[in-house]
C-alpha cells in the first residue's frame, strides 16, 4: 500500500520561508510521481507542485519562483519562499504510479493522498 506522510507546517510572517517534507511508504519499481496540493478554507484543492521520480517538475502559477520541488528517492521536499498571506492552506502530499511527460497538477491523477500539514502565513 502506497502511503504518503506530510511533516514541516507551522505559521511564519509574509516574507518568510518554509520547507514541508512528505515520506511515500510502498513504492516499488517503475515509474512513479508524487506532488503538493493545497485546500485553504471556502476554496477547492489546488495543485501546487510535482515532481517524477526521473525528477522532471511541473508548478502552479501562483507559486512559480517562491516555490522549489525536490525529492531524493521517495521522499519529497517544497522549499516555499517569499510566503503570502494567500499561501496560507492545509498542504498535502500525493503520489501515484505511471509515466507523465510532465508530472500532473490535477488533484483527479491521484490516488495516494497524505493527511495533510498546515500552512499559516500571518503578521
Known amino acids: 500500500q502506497i502511503s504518503p506522510m506530510e511533516s514541516g507546517g507551522g505559521s511564519v510572517q509574509p516574507g518568510g520561508s518554509l520547507r514541508l517534507s512528505c515520506v511515500v511508504s510502498?513504492?516499488?519499481?517503475?515509474?512513479?510521481?508524487m506532488g503538493w496540493f493545497r485546500q485553504a478554507p471556502g476554496k477547492e484543492r489546488e495543485g501546487v507542485a510535482s515532481?517524477?521520480?526521473?525528477?522532471k517538475t511541473s508548478y502552479a502559477d501562483p507559486v512559480k519562483g517562491r516555490f522549489t520541488v525536490s525529492r531524493n528517492n521517495a521522499q519529497m521536499y517544497l522549499e516555499m519562499r517569499n510566503l503570502k498571506p494567500e499561501d496560507t492552506a492545509m498542504y498535502y502530499c500525493?503520489?501515484?504510479?505511471?509515466?507523465?511527460?510532465?508530472?500532473?497538477?490535477?488533484?483527479?491523477?491521484?490516488?495516494?493522498w497524505g493527511q495533510g500539514t498546515q500552512v499559516t502565513v500571518s503578521s
Open positions: 515532481i517524477t521520480n526521473y525528477d
Open positions: 500525493a503520489a501515484d504510479v505511471g509515466y507523465w511527460r510532465a508530472p500532473p497538477l490535477s488533484a483527479s491523477d491521484y490516488i495516494y
Open positions: 510502498g513504492l516499488t519499481n517503475g515509474n512513479y510521481y
